[in-house]
């Protein structure tokens, strides 16, 4: 079990680090990655999502590593404060995409016209809620409990991939790849460190990879279509 409780965390590290580097002209300077200010009008939706984002990513780590040292009780403890965080990134994501496109000028990003993307962003918070509502009702089966949380915080991960130099030099700004390639390559490189390190196939870390991977991908086809964008329009007028 050792080399799978390192994992574990490691990936949580690997998350913390790919965050501060992605955010990190809003985590030091409270601005857009351009340099730009947050509009007046979602200022406070942007601070409540992000630190609730960021305190997800710290408390990952925290809780991978209190079991790679077998502090299981403040493990239990502190897992419950997953419901309220989780809670908080389910609830202001959706409003925060809504919000960001409703007072920005129209432009593309990745390709997608930003009133497009909008269904990619709202996809990664159902994939987020989904994998944080499986781990956590199987929170005393392991084996389930913890790839799951780890494809919760992928998910969520392209926040910062996307905001990357060093992605953007790799996988290019102007098609889907820049945005899908990062999120892909970190997941890969995980699945295959985890079986390099307890030599067995995981049915549920693979599995769950795969789920958000293809559903992401069937989100960036669908966001191009007349349907979403009847959809989109509709929801951006509330």
């Known amino acids: 079990m050792k080399p799978e409780r390192y994992f574990y965390t490691f990936a949580g590290a690997l998350f913390l680090l790919l965050t501060f580097i992605g955010f990190r002209h809003y985590i030091l300077g409270g601005r ?16 409540l999502h992000s ?30 404060s997953v419901l309220v965080i989780g809670a908080a990134i389910a609830l202001t994501g959706p409003v925060v995409a809504i919000r960001s496109i409703q007072v920005s ?4 990003l990745f390709g997608w016209p930003y009133s497009r993307f909008l269904l990619i962003m709202l996809t990664e918070i159902v994939l987020f ?6 781990g956590v009702l199987n929170r005393k089966r392991p084996g389930i409990h913890r790839p799951m949380m780890l494809m919760a915080s992928l998910a969520l991960l392209s926040g910062a991939t996307s905001r990357t130099p060093f992605f953007h030099a790799v996988f290019g700004v102007s098609t889907a790849l820049g945005f899908f390639g990062p999120v892909i390559l970190v997941g890969a490189l995980l699945v295959l460190t985890r079986l390099a ?19 992401l991908f069937a989100a960036g086809r669908l966001a191009l279509t ?5 959809w989109a329009a509709a929801l951006l007028k509330f």
């Open 226 to 230: 007349d349907t979403w964008g009847v």
């Open 51 to 80: 630190s609730a984002v960021f305190a997800w990513f710290v408390l990952f780590f925290v809780q991978s590593l209190l079991i790679s040292t077998q502090n299981r009780r403040l493990h239990m403890k502190l897992g419950w």
């Open 129 to 134: 809620t989904t994998f944080v509502t499986i």
């Open 197 to 215: 390190l307890t030599r067995r196939f995981d049915r549920w870390f693979v599995g769950g990879y795969a789920a958000c991977m293809i559903v």
């Open 32 to 47: 857009h990655t351009d340099g730009s200010p947050f509009h007046p009008a979602i200022l406070t939706l942007v601070v």
């Open 105 to 108: 000028p129209p432009f593309t």
